[in-house]
């Protein structure tokens, strides 16, 4: 699975909060990143459900593999 965040990311951290081993805020570029190029099989769930719930829209799932 690869993930990207838009900059769309209005920077309120719930995806950090509900999953923080994949998202991080990045203070220099002012919203949050994804630490993984390809995203361990483990956190695909929370991944997903992150994506639902981002209230901007900004995580983008573009392989889901
Ligand atoms: S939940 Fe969405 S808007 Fe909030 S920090 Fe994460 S990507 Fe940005």
Redesign the pocket.
């Known amino acids: 699975m690869k993930v990207k965040?838009?900059k769309?990311?209005?920077?309120?951290?719930?995806?950090?909060d509900?999953c923080p081993e994949v998202?991080e805020?990045d203070e220099d570029e002012l919203?949050?990143i994804v630490k993984f190029d390809e995203v361990p099989s483990e956190y695909y769930a929370l991944v997903r459900q992150?994506?639902e719930?981002?209230?901007?829209?900004?995580?983008e799932i573009e392989d889901d593999n």
Do not use: H, P, Q, W
């Open positions: 965040v838009t769309e990311c209005m920077g309120d951290r719930r995806c950090n509900l998202f805020y919203k949050s992150a994506a719930e981002c209230g901007a829209f900004a995580i």
